[in-house]
């Protein structure tokens, strides 16, 4: 028997607690170039468990947070009202993505399931199983047809979104499938691994067997993947690189330097010529691509940065985590909430906040925690958490 889901009326406000959770509106002056200006930071809080994963809708307007305590929310970004809480997962929900139409979006999960939701009614319409192990990654094909899954069974799976129903096995990682997209002609599908490799996957109709080209030069997991409009692909990694890929040549055309920390999410602008990066950490980043020069950086708004995203306007959104629980005595188990900051425009800016010197310390503990996580993976005895793909000091850093 499935897990009802629970869904907020529209008209009832989030419950927020009297010293915190609540929401920061107002410009913020902009006094020196190459940094970014924060025009609007919302908090959302009611999380019971860490956030793993959070996504904009494609006109920007919602956004998702998938939660450790197995529940997916929904949020209007503008006000900050609670839309839906969503229940059905049976493990900690660790990736979450809106279709491109913004009709659906997928959640994945440590239960080694994915659910499809329609947004408009807020239910559950699949629960499409066929992975042996947590499922790390979705992503949707640009017409929203079709679904492809990566997770600790080193698998891409490919499925009908209409039906639900599985269409394929694409076998060719040698460790865990963290990351993946499509290409925009949908020819294409682009998933990375803990193997430290990008799979370029061709799935054009009248091919008998799906081939795949590997593009190698990270030295670390492919966290993230994101094609642009036109055709390139970005792939950020756990060595705290981005490389930008022109895939049909396998060339490496540009490769970015500058987080201290491991590449959470990548984002391309509507018209291809930047590209936004959000580290784990608070430290989020603006590229030109031309250049390869990193052009704004936003650091102190969130504690761990999550997803960025471009609106079609050109806006640039960003979500993270920020614990605000202390600030609640009332509260017996601290919420976590996440925070969305809206950029406007590139060219306003924002005082930089000083070198955190907390950061040096932090990629030294990170590159240890990678260590002993590949270790533990390569372990047939890897203790659970390794196998939800959260290393346990990560975790910490945002309770």
């Not at 450790?68 to 009202?81: A, F, H, K, P």
Request: with cysteine; charged share 20%.
């Amino acid at each position: 028997m499935e897990t009802p889901c629970t869904q907020l009326p529209p008209s009832t406000p989030p419950q927020v607690g009297p010293a915190g959770w609540t929401s920061a509106l107002g410009p913020m002056n902009s006094r020196s170039a190459g940094t970014l200006a924060v025009r609007r930071v919302k908090f959302f809080g009611q999380h019971r468990g860490e956030v793993n994963s959070s996504a904009f809708s494609p006109d920007g307007q919602r956004l998702l947070t998938a939660s450790e305590d197995g529940y997916v929310y929904g949020w209007e970004t503008q006000s900050g009202r609670l839309l839906w809480r969503l229940g059905g997962h049976t493990g900690p929900i660790k990736f979450c993505r809106f279709s491109p139409d913004g009709h659906l979006f997928a959640t994945t999960s440590g239960d080694c399931t994915i659910r499809l939701w329609d947004v408009a009614e807020a239910k559950c319409l699949h629960v499409l199983k066929g992975h042996q192990r947590s499922v790390e990654t979705v992503s949707f094909s640009p017409d929203s047809k079709q679904l492809a899954s990566g997770g600790w069974d080193k698998r891409v799976v490919l499925w009908e979104v209409q039906s639900g129903q599985m269409l394929r096995h694409l076998g060719g990682h040698r460790d865990s499938v963290q990351s993946s997209d499509f290409a925009p002609s949908s020819d294409c599908l682009a998933t990375g691994s803990w193997d430290s490799a990008i799979c370029i996957w061709d799935l054009r109709t009248g091919t008998p067997v799906i081939s795949h080209q590997e593009l190698e030069g990270h030295s670390g997991n492919i966290s993230c993947l994101c094609y642009s409009a036109s055709g390139l692909l970005a792939s950020g990694s756990w060595d705290k690189t981005i490389h930008i890929w022109k895939p049909s040549t396998r060339n490496l055309l540009v490769h970015l330097k500058g987080h201290v920390t491991w590449v959470k999410s990548i984002a391309f602008s509507p018209d291809g010529s930047q590209l936004a990066s959000a580290g784990y950490s608070h430290m989020v980043k603006v590229w030109d691509c031309n250049t390869g020069k990193c052009i704004e950086t936003l650091k102190g708004v969130l504690d761990v940065a999550h997803a960025c995203a471009f609106t079609p306007d050109g806006k640039l959104l960003v979500s993270g985590a920020a614990d605000q629980g202390a600030w609640d005595p009332a509260e017996r188990a601290p919420e976590r909430t996440v925070r969305a900051a809206a950029r406007h425009r590139p060219k306003v800016t924002l005082t930089e906040h000083p070198t955190d010197p907390c950061d040096q310390d932090w990629s030294r503990s990170h590159a240890g925690a990678a260590n002993s996580r590949r270790q533990a993976c390569q372990s047939p005895q890897a203790p659970s958490n390794h196998d939800q793909g959260t290393p346990a000091h990560l975790s910490s850093t945002v309770r």
